[in-house]
């Protein structure tokens, strides 16, 4: 749990690697054909696709958005948008992971290197530029969402509930 007295960035940065670690936790003890289940038909949904996604997000909002860098996506395509969404027989937990992590520790990386006030060198749809509270912020709705629907696939699978 994150300090319940922190200062603005070491709590937003604190509820963050709370719920990214919170996803992990969702995903331990269970093997690839658990993790690709879609255990809530018919939605395709499953907990390494909820991983691959989080990976596209860490990338989409801290390389492409924050810093501006010129990134493709990591499972997504245009005949296929929700290619990290789908997942195969032939993905796995430990590529899907390391991919993940990897994403994590570029988007610290970037984050460290900007101040909350600091403006995206992208801009929204609306034309406006994000600053990295915004990020953060964006970034702990969207993990704690799909953590909820961590829980739900977790529990459809083997029972296990928890935070």
């Given at each position: 749990m994150p300090s319940i007295t922190a200062g603005e960035r070491e709590m937003l940065e604190g509820w963050l690697e709370y719920h990214r670690a919170t996803l992990a936790v969702k995903c331990e003890g269970l093997d690839?054909?658990?993790?690709?289940?879609?255990?809530?038909?018919?939605?395709?949904?499953?907990?390494?696709?909820?991983?691959?996604?989080?990976?596209?997000?860490?990338?989409?909002?801290?390389?492409?958005?924050?810093?501006?860098?010129?990134?493709t996506r990591i499972?997504?395509?245009?005949?296929?948008?929700d290619g990290d969404i789908h997942v195969t027989e032939?993905?796995?937990?430990?590529?899907?992971?390391?991919?993940?992590?990897?994403?994590?520790?570029?988007?610290?990386?970037?984050?460290?290197?900007?101040?909350?006030?600091?403006?995206?060198a992208r801009k929204s749809r609306r034309g406006e530029r994000f600053n990295l509270r915004w990020i953060y912020t964006h970034m702990i709705e969207e993990y704690a969402r799909h953590n909820g629907h961590a829980d739900l696939l977790r529990e459809r699978i083997d029972g296990a509930t928890g935070d």
């Open positions: 690839d054909t658990r993790l690709r289940t879609a255990s809530a038909p018919p939605s395709d949904l499953s907990l390494l696709g909820l991983v691959r996604h989080m990976a596209e997000v860490e990338r989409g909002w801290f390389r492409r958005t924050l810093a501006g860098e010129e990134t499972y997504s395509t245009k005949e296929d948008p032939s993905d796995t937990w430990q590529d899907a992971y390391a991919t993940w992590q990897e994403e994590i520790e570029r988007a610290r990386a970037i984050a460290a290197a900007h101040g909350l006030d600091d403006l995206s």
